[in-house]
């Protein structure tokens, strides 16, 4: 039987791309309702699919048919919503930033496991068909000893009257907080190590408003590979470059177009298979053959959604718990903490 999922926030990236991506495409998923604050979303959306549709989250988790909610609201009603709907028998799939702080995402964790419902994070870039090929590549050693990964997620986000991310008590930040948090769970997810320490700089270059627009990571994760994390709300869309790059002591592996919610893109990798002498020359292409990679696209919603599923039908650990979200969430505020201080963190 496939999953009854029920849409809190139905206006933005789920209209967009997680319903009909992932939620209506997922063998195991099924759309019953959908909810929204703005009736225009809700009649627009319910009509759409042709499911129920609720001015309330009480009357969405009152309705028997939803079994799943995803959680696609402003970052500073997460945490009231996922506890109300673990309490209604819902099992909750919530979008990053999980809440406002970590005390906030703890409880939320607590109520998921008091009412015994999963509690995943859509961290759904774990999903995309590259990503989980370099991941398979690193693990296979063809990089030899992981050294260094890089990672950029920029758009152009000019000042919106009300947009939550742009203020601070509605999204708990800006740029880092809104997109690094993606660029730094993938680098985790495919170094296979968390970060354990932090240095960070933000700043307000472009755009008025309060969250900072410009925002960049520099990483030490725990089995000693460093990284970089860019995250720019002030730069042309079509001018970001959105970089994925990792390096170990065998080659390299850029991606092109797989940071941010196309699910193609492909894989550049150089890899030599012996670690050769040294070399004064320094050649850049003596004996490295470039492999471009584009593996089968996996449409990264759909399988973040199925992933979910099959998590509540086999009664096992979502693919992307709370918890992730949570660690998410201490990196952020150790990030946050050294833009503030200038020091380096750890994160705990
Ligand atoms: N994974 C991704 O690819 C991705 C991409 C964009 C956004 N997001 C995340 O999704 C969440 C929503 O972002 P967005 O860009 O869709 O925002 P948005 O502002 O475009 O849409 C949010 C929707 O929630 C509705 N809403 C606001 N308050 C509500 C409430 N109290 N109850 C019910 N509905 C309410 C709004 O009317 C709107 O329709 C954020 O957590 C964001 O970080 C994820």
Redesign the pocket.
């Known amino acids: 039987m496939a999953i009854g999922w029920g849409v ?7 209209d ?3 319903i009909p991506e992932g939620i209506v495409p997922a063998p195991s998923a099924e759309l019953v309702a959908v ?4 009736e225009e ?1 809700v009649n627009e959306v319910s009509g759409k699919y042709g499911v129920s549709g609720y001015g309330t ?1 009480e009357e969405l988790l009152a309705d028997d048919n939803v079994e799943a909610v995803y959680i ?4 500073h ?2 945490h009231e ?1 996922t506890v109300a709907a673990a309490q209604a028998g819902k099992h909750v799939l919530c ?3 999980l809440a406002l702080t970590i005390d906030e995402c703890e409880a939320s964790i607590a109520a998921c496991a008091q009412a015994g419902v999963k509690f995943g994070t ?1 961290f ?1 870039m774990r999903f995309h068909a590259c990503h989980t090929a370099i991941k398979q590549m690193i693990e296979a050693g063809d990089l030899g000893t992981p050294v260094l990964g890089r990672a950029e997620l920029t758009c152009w986000y000019p000042p919106i009257e009300g ?2 991310r742009q203020i601070q008590a509605l999204g708990g930040g800006g740029a880092m907080i ?1 997109m690094g948090n ?1 660029c730094i769970d993938l680098l985790e997810f495919l170094l296979g190590s968390k970060v354990a320490r932090v240095a960070c700089f933000t700043e307000h270059l472009v755009q008025d408003y309060e969250t900072e627009d410009t925002a960049v990571a520099a990483l030490h994760f725990a089995n000693g590979a460093v990284g970089m994390v860019d995250t720019l709300f002030n730069v042309p869309d079509a001018a970001a470059r959105n970089m994925l790059e990792v390096y170990g002591s065998k080659g390299s592996i850029v991606t092109r177009g797989t940071i941010g ?1 196309e699910s193609g893109g492909s894989i550049s990798a150089i890899i030599e298979g012996e670690t050769k002498g040294y070399d004064a020359q320094q050649a850049r292409d003596a004996g490295a053959a470039e492999q471009i990679i584009e593996p089968d696209v996996v449409n990264m919603y759909e399988a973040a959604i199925e992933g979910f599923c099959e998590a509540i039908q086999g009664d096992t650990a979502p693919p992307v718990p709370g918890e992730d979200g949570l660690w998410s969430h201490q990196v952020m505020d150790a990030l946050y903490e050294s833009a503030r201080t200038g020091e380096v963190l750890e994160v705990r």
Do not use: L, S, W, Y
């Not at 696609?72 to 970052?75: G, L």
């Open positions: 809190i926030g139905c206006g933005g990236i789920a967009r791309r997680t909810q929204d604050i703005a979303r989250v696609a609201t402003p970052t009603v997460h919503q979008e990053k930033p859509n759904m947009a939550f809104d993606h919610q």
